[in-house]
């Protein structure tokens, strides 16, 4: 098997003949950006920029919350930055990376159709676009970005190679989450042209002391019924530290399906992860939010948010036993069960 095969090559053309118009473009991620779109919005950026000499911008709403990506976007030097009002002005094209838009966890404009939509998360009814390259197939978007740099032809900078190695292992965590064989390929073509000092550094980030009163926390508030734990992180100062932790419990051996909730300014941040390859993460996710928020995602990992009129304490505990038991409900536990503190008193 060939790699990148010849429909990166046709893929690429239609996407240039799309752009043929434009004067300048705005690439945005989703909102509190991870290395997979992060790693992708600067490709798209290093590509239309060098072959189509059209100025472009890596902008993304939220924050970069989570110690490894802001390391990867310090240490490599990436140009990317939050979202200003005047990014969406009349005359900028518009690319979105590693997600669509209206579903939630994005600031893209509601008034607005993208150019591009780059993405491997299952293609919304809604989205449209003057070019859609949509592949559930792949593990990360980074994956469908590095077929079409090594089609282009363009010199690989050291620091597009790492964060691309970046984003594909950690998106696919090391290649075993999610991760088909265009992934490894796609790795395997990137890892000679990666810094691998630098690669370190970003995996190996100090961490802030809010990390840790956040993992503290974490512990004390995780509690598990059979194959399933679901942790309460309260109030968050970094709404990463959501996923971060359905990650970290998910370890725990005998579970198989981590919850994990999280208030951060109006909303109350969910993730989901399982080891279920065939779990349907994003759909259930989905299903067990509701009406009550928005929710996206893929096989083994999901994220939403309920948005709250109230961050009241009293309401916000309320809303998440809801999605707790709805969670286990959900599992198969069909009447209200107990669940067990996973920090139980030593015996
Ligand atoms: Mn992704």
Known sequence: MTFPNGESQERLKRMEEALKDTRRLVVLTHDNPDPDSVSSAVTLAYLVSQRL?????VKYGGIVGRAENRAMIRNLGLRVSPLTESDFKPGVDLAVVDMQPRTGNNSFPRNRKPLIVIDHHPLRKTTKADFLDIRTEYGATATILTEYLLISGLEIPSAIATALSYGISSETQDLGREAREKDIQAYLALFPLSNKKLLASIEHPKLS???FITLSRALHHSFIYKNAI???LGEISNPDFVPFTADFMLRCERITWALCLGRYKDRIIVS????NAKGEAGRFLRRLIGKRGTA???GMIAGGQIHCTTME???CTKLEEEITQGFLKKLGYKDAVEMTPLLLPSQ
């Open 272 to 275: 989901i992860r399982t080891t």
């Open 230 to 232: 679901a942790t309460s």
């Open 209 to 211: 002391r809010d990390h």
């Open 313 to 315: 304490h009293e309401h």
């Open 53 to 57: 000499k059209i100025p472009t911008k």
């Open 296 to 298: 996206g995602g893929h």
